[in-house]
């Protein structure tokens, strides 16, 4: 099998790249990708996937208009003109609602943006409207008090992930073709394995963190200010990601909402990498493991260096999860009092509860997670890159249970891969370089080192045209 899988999953529809050439040649225009956007989302597939919360359809007409009156006078366009993008709603957009999925802020409008979504509007992409995720997106499937559940547009009878489900339905329904999401322990990472696209979560620090709610003191976006990014472990460790159906759109994406710039290309190379099959970290699917001896063999035969490192991380997730518990969550504390009305029990408890622990519990915590990051960082450093896999296995039933040869894994265990490498603070891509036994997507996470996006990037479209 090929790792080409993300082309052929994604070939029916074109890209953010394909897109932003064909407006900027003016042989398609912004006007009609909007068009033909929407006549998708309005579909009754579309309707029935459930992945929009809002959706902005005159902003975004009058914005790929004045994308074509621009064109037309000989102005110069940006690198994403006329692409459809859609934000997650735990994002702020001034002018559109920021709920993040809860009741409690149904009646909640933006004020401000985030600065990683301006940059995508001042590149000329055109935004049509936030997106379904859990409840302040605590969760690993699509589903919340507000809107209800997300559908998965590939594999209707399999969940499309969680937290950012809504982008990762969107993008692979052919809606959007881009999306913002977040990832704290694997939101952009697992869905895009669900539904076959593919994410970068960047390092940390990499792109503006501020946008997100609840921000400081519990801000929701409604009060003039950008939501500034929590002190605490979610704001410390989740970040603002893209989300696409290719590698190269995932390239542009990251270097418009870094404020990178443009670079140079994709580079050629021989790389240093390390793998392992994740069993260390929780169960894996026999097939999963084959899955990766077979991709490290065509690495190697592919003229890379590549070993076997069972350990990849695995002192990482117990001081993950611990710190995860007892991290007080003062930022949503603040935002929801008042309204705790409007919060689902699950949730408000969760919140609640995350006071429990003393001064003192707290601060080992931390301790022991900066210590566990500083080995996986050394373990990192020694290479170019790193492999494990997204998941024990593919995508969940549309309740999130994932059969892993007949032990089923729900709930937060789902994640364990992807939180182990959220604590080492670096860049991660997930692609999809095979499928299960009964047809899903199986992705690895391509983890490279601080700072090293562009790695993880140039190291992915590699990976794509590799046969394994």
């Known amino acids: 099998m090929s790792a080409s899988v993300l082309g052929e999953l994604n070939g029916n529809a074109l890209d953010a790249t394909a897109i932003a050439e064909a407006v900027r040649s003016g042989s398609l225009s912004a006007v009609d990708v909007l068009t033909a956007t929407r006549t998708l989302a309005q579909s009754p597939a579309g309707r029935a996937m459930n992945a929009f919360i809002t959706e902005d359809w005159d902003r975004a007409a009058r914005a790929a208009a004045a994308v074509d009156r621009r064109r037309t006078a000989g102005e110069e366009l940006g690198p994403l003109a006329g692409v459809p993008f859609s934000v997650k709603d735990v994002i702020a957009v001034a002018g559109l609602p920021i709920t993040g999925a809860s009741k409690a802020f149904a009646d909640l409008v933006a004020t401000t943006t985030a600065p990683a979504?301006?940059?995508?509007?001042?590149?000329?992409?055109?935004?049509?409207?936030?997106?379904?995720?859990?409840?302040?997106?605590?969760?690993?499937?699509?589903?919340?008090?507000?809107?209800?559940?997300?559908?998965?547009?590939?594999?209707?009878?399999?969940?499309?992930?969680?937290?950012?489900?809504?982008?990762?339905?969107?993008?692979?329904?052919?809606?959007?073709?881009?999306?913002?999401?977040?990832?704290?322990?694997?939101?952009?990472?697992?869905?895009?394995?669900c539904v076959g696209i593919t994410a970068l979560r960047p390092g940390v620090g990499s792109v503006p963190g501020d946008g997100q709610v609840p921000g400081v003191g519990g801000n929701f976006g409604a009060d003039g200010t950008v939501p500034a990014a929590s002190p605490g472990m979610q704001g410390s460790f989740q970040t603002v990601g893209p989300m696409a159906r290719s590698v190269r759109d995932l390239r542009t994406a990251f270097l418009i909402m870094s404020g990178a710039g443009s670079t140079p290309g994709v580079r050629e190379r021989a790389y240093?990498?390390?793998?392992?099959?994740?069993?260390?970290?929780?169960?894996?699917?026999?097939?999963?493991?084959?899955?990766?001896?077979?991709?490290?063999?065509?690495?190697?035969?592919?003229?890379?260096?590549?070993?076997?490192?069972?350990?990849?991380?695995?002192?990482?997730?117990?001081?993950?999860?611990?710190?995860?518990?007892?991290?007080?969550?003062?930022?949503?504390?603040?935002?929801?009092?008042?309204?705790?009305?409007?919060?689902?029990?699950?949730?408000?408890?969760?919140?609640?509860?995350?006071?429990?622990?003393?001064?003192?519990?707290?601060?080992?915590?931390?301790?022991?997670?900066?210590?566990?990051?500083?080995?996986?960082?050394?373990?990192?450093?020694?290479?170019?890159?790193?492999?494990?896999?997204?998941?024990?296995?593919?995508?969940?039933?549309?309740?999130?249970?994932?059969?892993?040869?007949?032990?089923?894994?729900?709930?937060?265990?789902?994640?364990?891969?992807?939180?182990?490498?959220?604590l080492t603070g670096c860049p991660a891509v997930s692609l999809p370089v095979g499928m299960s036994a009964e047809g899903l997507p199986l992705s690895v996470q391509i983890v490279a080192g601080p700072g090293a996006e562009l790695t993880a990037l140039d190291f992915a479209a590699m990976l794509e045209s590799l046969d394994i």
């Open 117 to 193: 979504v301006q940059r995508l509007l001042d590149a000329d992409a055109i935004l049509i409207g936030k997106t379904n995720c859990p409840e302040f997106a605590f969760g690993v499937t699509c589903d919340s008090p507000l809107l209800g559940r997300t559908g998965n547009p590939r594999f209707p009878a399999n969940t499309p992930g969680g937290s950012s489900g809504g982008e990762a339905a969107s993008l692979a329904a052919g809606i959007s073709a881009l999306g913002v999401g977040t990832d704290f322990g694997g939101s952009v990472r697992w869905p895009a394995q």
């Open 272 to 422: 240093r990498v390390a793998w392992s099959d994740g069993a260390a970290l929780g169960p894996v699917r026999a097939e999963v493991t084959a899955l990766m001896e077979r991709l490290a063999a065509a690495l190697a035969a592919a003229g890379h260096t590549v070993g076997e490192q069972p350990d990849l991380f695995a002192d990482c997730l117990s001081p993950y999860n611990r710190l995860r518990d007892v991290d007080p969550m003062m930022d949503h504390a603040a935002a929801i009092k008042g309204r705790e009305g409007g919060v689902t029990a699950a949730n408000l408890q969760t919140i609640e509860a995350s006071f429990a622990a003393t001064a003192a519990d707290v601060e080992l915590a931390w301790q022991a997670a900066t210590s566990a990051r500083a080995a996986a960082l050394g373990q990192i450093a020694a290479v170019d890159i790193a492999l494990i896999p997204v998941a024990g296995g593919p995508a969940g039933d549309a309740d999130g249970r994932l059969d892993i040869d007949g032990r089923t894994a729900e709930g937060w265990e789902i994640m364990g891969h992807c939180r182990a490498v959220t």
